[in-house]
């Protein structure tokens, strides 16, 4: 059972096997957390909000033509959710240009001593935590969920090309927060 | 010859240049090491970010959201609980109407002296003959015409509850399909 794609196991669900519904979850729900952990800097809004986006997705899944993958549906549901809540708590949501355009810096929140501190692995984690929203979606869609750049612009109704100029800056200041520590001189 | 910029260094690693402008970026690489060193943090960068681990919910996670699919299916939604009040209520109310004036009627028909000096059989006799004379009074004549207004009432206003509950139900079932 739990090597049936996705579609599959909707049709079953479709035919009233809800319990099936169960397998949809399991496969997803940790991926879609880490997405709205980093999103939402919160553990308990997370998993609140994981929790109404699989009961949206249950109950709109007669609604789903198919057409696009049940991924992409869902992670939409996601990110549309997690917007809305970040909305809802008043705080600043950039549309899609001024996102592009937005700058941030990840230096003037890492100091030298706390880098030197860490390793490598424990460093990114930490640091894409303290990416904008979008960013660290991005961040998680493309490398934690293994998403295509067409899938992750689908998701966030964003230009394909302005995925690629969110990612390859995320990128850039992970590695200039790297090269201005001495882990560079360690790994590099 | 390419100026190689971060952007297009992001995309050398991605695979995204042509041959050319790959062989180009290869060979930049290899005189510089200023740039060898940024492409070398980009790699690390890359790849930390692929070994990237997901968090974990709550171990009831699933099952939580299943007790809450099942509930929900099995639940009587908000709209039907109201109605349904509503005509119990309804129905509630004229029985004790209808009840209040049966009593009140059997009382005034009753001879004065009930409890005083006849016996205790004579009383019930007395009530149930007092009890049909009233009821023959409600469903004879003018009585037959208020009872069967009261019901019509009642049946045109469960039609329109039940119109109302139709409406919403499309509604939410139209709502639904827009996500």
């Given at each position: 059972?739990?090597?049936?794609?996705?579609?599959?196991?909707?049709?079953?669900?479709?035919?009233?096997?809800?319990?099936?519904?169960?397998?949809?979850?399991?496969?997803?729900?940790?991926?879609?957390?880490?997405?709205?952990?980093?999103?939402?800097?919160?553990?308990?809004?997370?998993?609140?909000?994981?929790?109404?986006?699989?009961?949206?997705?249950?109950?709109?899944?007669?609604?789903?033509?198919?057409?696009?993958?049940?991924?992409?549906?869902?992670?939409?549901?996601?990110y549309n959710?997690?917007l809305t809540?970040l909305s809802?708590?008043?705080r600043k949501i950039e549309t899609e240009m001024t996102s592009v355009e937005d700058h941030?810096?990840?230096?003037?929140?890492?100091?030298?001593?706390?880098?030197?501190?860490?390793?490598?692995?424990?460093?990114?984690?930490?640091?894409?935590?303290?990416?904008p929203e979008k960013y660290?979606a991005i961040?998680?869609?493309?490398?934690?969920?293994?998403?295509?750049?067409?899938?992750?612009s689908?998701?966030m109704q964003i230009t394909?090309s302005n995925v690629?100029v969110m990612?390859?800056?995320?990128?850039?200041?992970?590695?200039?927060?790297?090269?201005?520590?001495?882990?560079?001189?360690?790994?590099? | 010859?390419?100026?190689?910029?971060?952007?297009?260094?992001?995309?050398?690693?991605?695979?995204?240049?042509?041959?050319?402008?790959?062989?180009?970026?290869?060979?930049?690489?290899?005189?510089?090491?200023?740039?060898?060193?940024?492409?070398?943090?980009?790699?690390?960068?890359?790849?930390?970010?692929?070994?990237?681990?997901?968090?974990?919910?709550?171990?009831?996670?699933?099952?939580?959201?299943?007790?809450?699919?099942?509930?929900?299916?099995?639940?009587?939604?908000?709209?039907?609980?109201?109605?349904?009040?509503?005509?119990?209520?309804?129905?509630?109310?004229?029985?004790?109407?209808?009840?209040?004036?049966?009593?009140?009627?059997?009382?005034?028909?009753?001879?004065?002296?009930?409890?005083?000096?006849?016996?205790?059989?004579?009383?019930?006799?007395?009530?149930?003959?007092?009890?049909?004379?009233?009821?023959?009074?409600?469903?004879?004549?003018?009585?037959?015409?208020?009872?069967?207004?009261?019901?019509?009432?009642?049946?045109?206003?469960?039609?329109?509850?039940?119109?109302?509950?139709?409406?919403?139900?499309?509604?939410?079932?139209?709502?639904?399909?827009?996500?």
């Open positions: 059972m739990r090597n049936l794609s996705d579609q599959e196991i909707i049709d079953s669900v479709r035919k009233g096997n809800e319990s099936d519904y169960s397998i949809i979850i399991n496969r997803y729900k940790n991926k879609a957390f880490s997405m709205l952990k980093r999103m939402l800097k919160n553990e308990f809004d997370a998993e609140e909000v994981l929790q109404d986006c699989f009961l949206k997705a249950y109950n709109s899944l007669n609604s789903f033509k198919g057409e696009a993958k049940f991924s992409t549906w869902f992670y939409r549901i996601v959710s997690a809540k809802s708590q008043k941030f810096d990840l230096e003037s929140n890492y100091n030298a001593d706390e880098i030197e501190k860490k390793d490598i692995n424990e460093l990114v984690h930490k640091i894409i935590n303290k990416l660290s961040i998680t869609m493309f490398y934690l969920n293994e998403m295509s750049i067409e899938e992750i689908e998701v394909v690629k990612l390859h800056r995320s990128r850039n200041s992970l590695r200039d927060l790297v090269l201005n520590s001495r882990l560079a001189e360690e790994l590099i | 010859m390419i100026q190689i910029t971060d952007e297009i260094l992001n995309k050398y690693l991605d695979g995204e240049l042509s041959r050319e402008e790959a062989e180009q970026v290869k060979s930049g690489l290899s005189t510089s090491e200023e740039l060898q060193k940024k492409y070398n943090a980009l790699k690390l960068i890359h790849e930390k970010l692929f070994d990237m681990k997901e968090d974990e919910v709550s171990p009831a996670f699933t099952d939580k959201i299943m007790n809450q699919i099942v509930s929900r299916k099995f639940a009587i939604p908000k709209q039907q609980k109201y109605f349904i009040v509503s005509i119990a209520t309804f129905i509630t109310l004229l029985c004790l109407v209808i009840f209040g004036f049966v009593i009140s009627a059997i009382i005034s028909s009753a001879p004065s002296s009930i409890g005083e000096s006849k016996s205790v059989l004579d009383s019930v006799s007395n009530l149930t003959d007092g009890l049909v004379t009233t009821l023959k009074h409600l469903f004879s004549g003018s009585g037959l015409s208020i009872i069967g207004s009261i019901f019509s009432l009642l049946i045109i206003i469960s039609g329109y509850f039940f119109f109302e509950m139709q409406k919403r139900a499309k509604a939410n079932l139209s709502n639904g399909q827009h996500l």
